[in-house]
C-alpha cells in the first residue's frame, strides 16, 4: 500500500480484510510507533482522547511516509470541523454517530467543495494541497477524499439500508459499544442482540456493495465478524495495549498482599534478564 493511499485504493491493493488499531494516546511517538506495526491502517481518535487540531497534525505527519492507512476520527459530524481534519491533511475520515441517511449525506456534503458540497475553500493556506504546491488540488480533491460513517445507534441500525444508499460513502463501521448502550445492553458487546444486530448491518452493507467495518478486541469475535464479511476491523488499541502489558508487569513482580516477595528471572547472577 502506498503512503496516504485513499481508503478505496487501500481496500482494493488486499485481497483480504484490513486489519488495524486505534492511536488514542495524542503522541506522535506512539502513533509512528504504531506506524511501523506491520497492519493496514490506524484510528487516530479525536472523539474520546485528548486530540486537537495541533496533536492531530503533529500525529499526522509522523505517521506520513509509513506503509500504512490513516484515519482521523473527529468528535462529532461537524462541517467546521471537517473543514479544518481536511485542510491538515486527513485524506480518511470516520465520522461517529451517524443515525439517519440525512447525517451520511451530510457527511459526504462535508467532504467536498461546491457544488457537490459545503466544504470551504483555503487550498493555498492548507497542508492537504501541500501550499497550492499539489497540481490541480480542488480540482482532484474529490479523488483523494474518502468518508465512512459510523452505525452505533439502534437508530442507526433501523436505518442501515437507506444509509448504506447514500452516494459517496467509502464504507460504514460498525460500533459495538455504543450500539449495546443504545439497545440496553451497556457493557455488553457480545450480547446476541448486538452481535445479530452487527451481523446484519454487514449483510446490508454487502448486499450494497459498501464496505463494512467493525470495532472488535476480543479476537472470537473479530473472526466472527470477518467471516460474515466485514472488510476492515480494528482489533487493539495502543492505550489499551500498554495498560494492559503494564498491568501483567506488575502481577509478575509485585508480590499480592500476604505473599511472600518474588523475584524475577535472572540470566546470570546479580543481573536482571530483558
Not at 97 to 123: F, N
Not at 239 to 247: G, I, N
Request: net charge negative.
Amino acid at each position: 500500500m502506498e503512503p496516504d493511499a485513499g481508503f478505496a485504493a487501500a481496500l482494493a491493493a488486499h485481497d483480504r480484510p484490513l486489519a488495524g488499531m486505534w492511536v488514542c494516546s495524542g503522541s506522535p511517538l506512539i502513533a509512528e510507533l504504531c506506524a511501523g506495526s506491520g497492519l493496514d491502517w490506524l484510528l487516530i481518535d479525536a472523539e474520546h482522547s485528548p486530540n486537537g487540531l495541533e496533536s492531530l497534525l503533529a500525529q499526522l505527519q509522523a505517521v506520513h511516509g509509513y506503509p500504512i492507512l490513516p484515519v482521523v476520527r473527529p468528535p462529532v459530524l461537524d462541517p467546521v470541523i471537517i473543514k479544518q481534519y481536511l485542510d491538515l491533511g486527513t485524506q480518511t475520515l470516520l465520522v461517529p454517530m451517524v443515525d439517519t441517511a440525512e447525517l451520511a449525506e451530510l457527511a459526504v456534503r462535508s467532504v467536498h467543495y461546491p457544488p457537490r458540497g459545503i466544504r470551504g475553500v483555503g487550498s493555498a493556506l492548507a497542508r492537504a494541497s501541500r501550499w497550492n504546491r499539489t497540481p490541480e488540488y480542488l480540482a482532484t480533491a474529490a479523488e483523494r477524499i474518502s468518508v465512512i460513517v459510523q452505525i452505533e445507534s439502534a437508530e442507526a441500525v433501523e436505518n442501515i439500508e437507506s444509509i448504506v444508499a447514500v452516494d459517496g460513502l467509502a464504507g460504514v463501521f460498525l460500533g459495538p459499544s455504543d450500539l449495546a448502550a443504545s439497545m440496553g445492553h451497556l457493557g455488553l458487546q457480545d450480547h446476541p442482540e448486538v452481535i445479530a444486530a452487527v451481523e446484519h448491518c454487514i449483510a446490508v452493507a454487502v448486499a450494497a456493495g459498501v464496505p463494512a467495518g467493525v470495532n472488535a478486541f476480543a479476537e472470537p469475535l473479530a473472526r466472527r465478524y470477518l467471516a460474515a464479511g466485514a472488510a476492515f476491523i480494528l482489533v487493539g488499541a495502543d492505550v489499551a495495549l500498554l495498560a494492559r502489558a503494564s498491568e501483567a508487569l506488575a502481577d509478575r513482580y509485585i508480590p499480592a498482599p500476604g505473599q511472600p516477595g518474588t523475584q524475577p528471572s535472572t540470566g546470570e547472577p546479580g543481573r536482571a534478564s530483558y
